[in-house]
C-alpha cells in the first residue's frame, strides 16, 4: 500500500468506488481502496503513513461501511467523513453530480461538468 506524495488522500471501499471518485476530482488526490474492510495492522500501518495528510474517508452507505467508518472514527479520529444519501447505498452507484457536490463540500476540487 504505497502512499503518493500528495496533501489530500479519500479513503473507499472498491475499486468501482474508485474509479467512480477518479471521474469527478479535478486535482491531484491519492484514492486508497480497503476492499471493504481492513485487518488492524494494515489500519495502523495506513494511518502511520497518513499522519500528516488531508483524510477523506467515503465509503457505501450500507452495513460494511458503517463498520468501516467506525473503525476510522476510532483508529484516526483525525479523519474527516464524507457522506453519500443513503438512497444511493454505495458509492459506485451515487450520481456522478451527488459525488462532486460531496467532494466539494470538503473543499476538493471537481470537474465542473459535474456541478
Do not use: W
Not at 50 to 79: I, N, S
Request: proline fraction near 3%.
Amino acid at each position: 500500500m504505497a502512499v503518493m506524495d500528495v496533501d489530500k488522500v479519500i479513503i473507499v471501499e472498491g475499486k468501482s468506488d474508485k474509479r467512480k471518485v477518479e471521474t469527478v476530482i479535478n486535482e491531484p488526490v491519492e484514492i486508497i481502496c480497503t476492499n471493504g474492510t481492513l485487518s488492524l495492522s494494515k489500519l495502523d500501518e495506513l494511518v502511520e503513513n497518513l499522519y500528516f495528510k488531508e483524510v477523506y474517508v467515503l465509503v457505501d452507505a450500507d452495513e460494511a461501511g458503517e463498520k468501516l467508518r467506525k473503525q476510522f472514527k476510532r483508529e484516526f479520529p483525525e479523519a474527516s467523513h464524507l457522506y453519500i444519501d443513503k438512497m444511493y447505498r454505495e458509492v459506485a452507484a451515487a450520481p456522478d453530480q451527488h459525488i462532486a457536490s460531496v467532494l466539494l463540500s470538503a473543499n476538493i476540487d471537481v470537474q465542473t461538468k459535474f456541478l
